[in-house]
T-cell receptor, first 111, second 117 residues
Framework: SQQGEEDPQALSIQEGENATMNCSYKTSINNLQWYRQNSGRGLVHLILIRSNEREKHSGRLRVTLDTSKKSSSLLITASRAADTASYFCATDEWGNEKLTFGTGTRLTIIP | GAGVSQSPRYKVAKRGQDVALRCDPISGHVSLFWYQQALGQGPEFLTYFQNEAQLDKSGLPSDRFFAERPEGSVSTLKIQRTQQEDSAVYLC???????????????FGPGTRLLVL
């Protein structure tokens, strides 16, 4: 079963704008990760945030984690056409490496 | 070729046929995972290996699904008597450390797209 829900399900923005996606989950977690998936391709790991962290940056990516609300957000700044993809959050629990994925946000960047 | 590879990339099977999907993890990776991704959905966990030991198979949908990793590297996911509802992308992932290790990132292969007619 799906652990979480991404919001929105689909997002279209102009190139250069910022894109924000949200993820909610249900159980206590060890880590939360964000992955990108281009159409018909495998998943590419973007960033991992641990349960004791609140914010993390990597290049144009900024991830926040609020464990009290069981939610996370992914911000992509200065979007590019190449950012067009589906984005998934995934969580794992202490002592258990398996990932539980959300339903994904389909992001379209309009050139 | 440092990434996870999977074969075949595409498989069309007639209902009732058996299929075998192969995963070559990144060399030296201890953990190996199989996920099933239905169209428009996120991946769902099927099973997990630590070296050759299958530690968790709670996600396998039925006893028609069987996975093995006999030498602790290459893994095969076998589906017997395929049904139309088995149509999905099957993703394999590997990671360097076992449970309790510090590195939890999973590296995914391109997937095998299975279509059962």
């Amino acid at each position: 079963s799906q652990q979480g829900e991404e919001d929105p399900q689909a997002l279209s923005i102009q190139e250069g704008e910022n894109a924000t996606m949200n993820c909610s989950y249900k159980t206590s977690i060890n880590n939360l990760q964000w992955y990108r998936q281009n159409s018909g391709r495998g998943l590419v790991h973007l960033i991992l945030i641990r349960s004791n962290e609140r914010e993390k940056h990597s290049g144009r990516l900024r991830v926040t984690l609020d464990t009290s609300k069981k939610s996370s957000s992914l911000l992509i700044t200065a979007s590019r056409a190449a950012d067009t993809a589906s984005y998934f959050c995934a969580t794992d629990e202490w002592g258990n490496e398996k990932l539980t994925f959300g339903t994904g946000t389909r992001l379209t960047i309009i050139p | 070729g440092a990434g996870v590879s999977q074969s075949p990339r595409y498989k069309v099977a007639k209902r009732g046929q058996d299929v075998a999907l192969r995963c070559d993890p990144i060399s030296g990776h201890v953990s190996l995972f199989w996920y099933q991704q239905a169209l428009g959905q996120g991946p769902e966990f099927l099973t997990y290996f630590q070296n050759e030991a299958q530690l968790d198979k709670s996600g396998l949908p039925s006893d028609r699904f069987f996975a093995e990793r006999p030498e602790g590297s290459v893994s095969t996911l076998k589906i017997q008597r395929t049904q139309q509802e088995d149509s999905a992308v099957y993703l394999c992932a590997s990671s360097p450390h076992s449970i309790g290790g510090k590195e939890e990132t999973q590296y995914f292969g391109p997937g095998t797209r299975l279509l059962v007619l």
